[in-house]
């Protein structure tokens, strides 16, 4: 038996085999397959979880700033410059 919890909008697919909690990332998301086992199904969620933020600050990280982007800097490369 399955069943499906969201953490951070990620699918977390939990079910328990032979005494055995497990625990899979679910969708179409950079981690999604990614897999676990616990001895409970608290320990399990709470493994799954960690799983989905570590992911999420990964993918914060890595994703580009935007301090400035091309189309401002270009208006304000256009902008006129006033000289007293």
Request: proline share 5%.
């Amino acid at each position: 038996m399955s069943n499906r919890k969201y953490h951070r909008g990620v699918g977390v697919d939990l079910w328990i085999n032979r005494g055995a909690w497990f625990w899979q990332l679910a969708g179409h998301c950079r981690g999604a397959g990614t897999i676990g086992s616990a001895s409970t199904e608290n320990e399990a969620l709470r493994e799954a979880y960690a799983a989905v933020d570590e992911l999420s600050a990964r993918c914060a990280r890595a994703a580009p700033s935007r301090v400035s982007s091309a189309p401002t800097a270009a208006i304000k490369s256009q902008s006129p410059r006033f000289t007293p």
